[in-house]
């Protein structure tokens, strides 16, 4: 199976701006910047992601409050680095904040480190499951619709009104293949997953007025033991009202199963 941590260092592309259709497509989708956080561009993705298993263990089963400074210094990295890790990873729902640079793991991303330590490709199948909501999902979908795009590209469409270097947009990207919510090819373009459509449908179909309901009916953590990001409850659902979508949920599985290692 590919890893994502043994590529070199991503091409850095210029500050050119997305193309004029793809851009207003991807407009269409985007929340204001406010609501969206990027990246650090300071590490890597690998180094990112050291971060957040250092963090989240520990902060812990018992989800103890850390500082950033904290991090950063047991981690040799620069506070801003820390901090803007652990601000993508509460966006994402790995972290919650408690107070000014305070924050602690949250039941998800607690269990996300501890399958890391076990089994790799099952904790990216739970980070999938995690970032269905994500605003990113939506707009790559829009973005990958019409075939492949560069990486570079792709990350243009992601940072698009948010400050940074364009660097944060290809994180963003590797942060999607290690979710397998899109897949790379040697020559760096990027390709969508059916998870990755699947995922933006249902938050188009997405009822707010039913999320209590089905909340209540699921005991805590119950989500992250599901088959990529869905319950058994959801899965028979899915099988009954919706057979292509649910086609598309196998052919996902499918991929993944055929790229693990023999």
């Not at 957040?52 to 210094?73: C, K, M, P, Y």
């Not at 059916?194 to 995922?199: I, T």
């Not at 039913?210 to 005991?219: I, L, R, T």
Request: with cysteine; glycine share 6%; proline share 9%.
């Amino acid at each position: 199976m590919e890893s994502l941590f043994s590529h070199p260092a991503p091409f850095v592309p210029s500050d050119a701006d997305t193309a004029g259709p793809l851009r207003q497509k991807v407009m269409r989708m985007l929340p204001p910047p406010g609501q969206r956080t990027s990246p650090t561009d300071r590490a890597s993705l690998r180094r990112q992601w050291q971060l957040v298993l250092a963090a989240a263990f520990v902060s812990g089963e018992q989800q103890f409050v850390i500082s950033t400074s904290d991090l950063a210094r047991q981690e040799g990295v620069t506070p801003e680095t820390a901090t803007q890790t652990v601000r993508f990873g509460e966006e994402v729902g790995l972290f919650s904040r408690v107070g000014r640079g305070k924050f602690a793991v949250t039941e998800a991303g607690w269990t996300i480190a501890q399958r890391w330590q076990e089994d790799e490709t099952y904790a990216r199948l739970l980070l999938q499951g995690l970032f269905r909501p994500h605003w990113s999902i939506p707009v790559a979908d829009a973005a990958l619709r019409d075939g492949p795009l560069p990486m570079e590209e792709l990350g243009r469409c992601l940072l698009v009104e948010l400050p940074g270097k364009p660097r944060r947009g290809l994180y963003l990207v590797e942060w999607l293949a290690l979710a397998f919510l899109v897949h790379r090819d040697p020559q760096g373009r990027v390709w969508p997953t059916p998870a990755l459509s699947a995922a933006a449908s249902s938050q188009v179909a997405a009822l707010p007025a039913a999320a209590p309901a089905v909340e209540s009916e699921q005991a805590p953590g119950q989500e992250l033991d599901a088959l990529m990001g869905m319950t058994n409850r959801e899965l028979d659902k899915l099988d009954e009202s919706n057979p292509e979508e649910f086609r598309t949920f196998l052919d996902t599985l499918t991929q993944l199963v055929r790229s693990l290692p023999v």
